[in-house]
């Protein structure tokens, strides 16, 4: 079993620029959350896709969107990036329920 | 809404010390508690959580924490440390319920001293 895997490992954008962050869970898994973590900060919740429908979300705006496909992988999408937006971006899926959720190693995402 | 303290950002301690690293949270409902560790660019590996039960949680690599309600305190601890221990550890706290959004402390790092 590969665990989570998340690509790609490292992404350098401009402001302005649009980017798309993709995410395989863990075998067996059908919830996958999405959780922004800034330099020195501990990870935020951005939202959770759970039947390709989010179920929930974090205090993000709306350009940060996302998708999930039918074999449970996910994508993050994040529009109009701004220099803020520079963090390691982390995935996490789980089954639903009060699982514990396996993270991936992160997409490290700089905005210059 | 939850919230969660984390009231060391860093903890030195030499190898084979026993460490405590502090953790305190807010709600006003009933929580799920864990424990994370992050080691340099990697992401955050499980190491103990707290559903219900026995207060004193065991976990991985001989971590344990005890979940204190009337303190709202789940303290993470380790008997004797060893290098490799050095990382980021994180408190977090989800809602029953609350279909897994958890939200997470700001991270303690600990320097194992040789």
């Known amino acids: 079993d590969a665990g989570v895997t998340q690509s790609p490992t490292h992404l350098i954008k401009t402001r302005g620029q649009q980017v798309t962050l993709r995410c395989s869970p863990k075998?067996?898994?059908?919830?996958v959350s999405w959780y922004q973590q800034a330099l020195g900060q501990g990870p935020q919740f951005i939202f959770q896709y759970y039947e390709e429908e989010e179920r929930q979300r974090g205090n993000f705006p709306d350009r940060f969107s996302g998708h999930q496909f039918p074999n449970y992988s996910s994508e993050l999408n994040v529009n109009a990036l701004l220099l803020g937006d520079s963090a390691l971006y982390l995935c996490?899926?789980?089954?639903?329920?009060?699982?514990?959720?396996?993270f991936g190693p992160g997409t490290r995402l700089t905005v210059l | 809404a939850q919230s969660v303290t984390q009231l060391d950002s860093q903890v030195p301690v030499f190898e084979e010390a026993p460490v405590e690293l502090r953790c305190n949270y807010s709600s006003s409902v009933s929580v799920y508690l864990f424990w994370y560790v992050q080691y340099p660019n990697q992401g955050l590996q499980l190491l103990l959580k707290y559903l219900s039960g026995s207060t004193l949680v065991k976990g991985i690599n001989g971590f344990e924490a005890e979940f204190n309600k009337s303190q709202t305190s789940f303290h993470l601890r380790k008997p004797s440390v060893h290098i490799s221990d050095t990382a980021e550890y994180f408190c977090?706290?989800?809602?029953?319920?609350?279909?897994?959004?958890?939200?997470f402390g700001i991270g303690t790092k600990l320097q194992v001293i040789p």
């Open positions: 075998s067996g898994h059908d919830t």
């Open positions: 977090a706290v989800s809602v029953p319920g609350g279909y897994q959004k958890v939200t």
């Open positions: 996490a899926s789980s089954w639903t329920g009060p699982n514990e959720q396996f």
